[in-house]
């Protein structure tokens, strides 16, 4: 307890985290770079989803579908061509094969989901492995503190007060380096649980999406005999 009081009056006297940085930056600023990927990371991809999958898929289905029943696929088509909504090149894929057997049609519709499926969770894996990695980084920014320490405490001709603000500075270091590991870590875990259940009812969407297609193509294509 008495050592915890020390290094707090210590740090706080010499500016706590940046005291420590200054000392040691090597881990912190590895920590930094891995930080900075993950926010770049978590702002690309919660922008990619929203963007790219803001269409209401049944909404647009039922436009679609009032379309085909019409007899007007060209139309469809062509009201597929305004974005490049994952959704509408995948509605677009089973139209520009509605004239074709279901054989042709499914597998056009498989190729394109198929396509389409990794780009909606894409990169977000790569948050398990920053994760670990920053604890990691953070997990060894503490030894060597740590070994600081306790060169400070056998360090030989140095004063009392030398010795304690060695000792402070120490264990500043090794603390501050795990506290920012698994502050990323812990970043990494919960935009991993968002960003992944929001991918999974994307690609869900997806297959739901075809397969509504798909039976709107065969059933309209047979009932046109």
């Known amino acids: 307890m008495r050592l915890l009081v020390m290094l707090a009056a210590e740090g706080g006297g010499q500016g706590g985290m940046w005291a420590a940085i200054e000392h040691n930056p090597t881990f912190i600023v590895a920590n930094l770079v891995v930080s900075a990927v993950v926010v770049t990371i978590i702002i690309e991809r919660t922008a990619f989803q929203l963007s790219r999958y803001r269409v209401n898929s049944k909404e647009f289905f039922a436009a679609i579908k009032k379309l085909v029943a019409a007899?007007?696929?060209?139309?469809?088509?062509?009201?597929?061509?305004?974005?490049?909504?994952?959704?509408?090149?995948?509605?677009?894929?089973?139209?520009?094969?509605?004239?074709?057997?279901?054989?042709?049609?499914?597998?056009?519709?498989?190729?394109?989901?198929?396509?389409?499926?990794?780009?909606?969770?894409?990169?977000?894996?790569?948050?398990?492995?920053?994760?670990?990695?920053?604890?990691?980084?953070?997990?060894?920014?503490?030894?060597?503190?740590?070994?600081?320490?306790?060169?400070?405490?056998?360090?030989?001709?140095?004063?009392?007060?030398?010795?304690?603000?060695?000792?402070?500075?120490?264990?500043?270091?090794?603390?501050?380096?795990?506290?920012?590991g698994l502050g990323i870590a812990v970043i990494c875990m919960i935009a991993h649980v968002l960003l992944h259940t929001r991918a999974k009812n994307i690609q869900h969407d997806l297959e739901s999406t075809t397969e509504r297609v798909f039976n709107l193509l065969t059933i309209s294509s047979k009932s046109s005999y």
């Open 71 to 180: 007899g007007n696929v060209d139309r469809a088509i062509k009201l597929c061509d305004g974005n490049d909504y994952p959704i509408l090149q995948l509605v677009k894929a089973g139209l520009t094969h509605a004239s074709k057997g279901a054989d042709e049609i499914d597998a056009a519709l498989s190729e394109k989901l198929s396509e389409l499926k990794p780009q909606a969770e894409k990169r977000i894996g790569a948050l398990w492995s920053l994760a670990n990695i920053a604890t990691l980084i953070g997990l060894i920014g503490t030894v060597f503190g740590l070994i600081n320490t306790f060169a400070a405490l056998a360090a030989q001709g140095l004063s009392q007060a030398d010795k304690q603000r060695m000792l402070s500075n120490g264990i500043a270091e090794a603390m501050y380096n795990t506290a920012f």
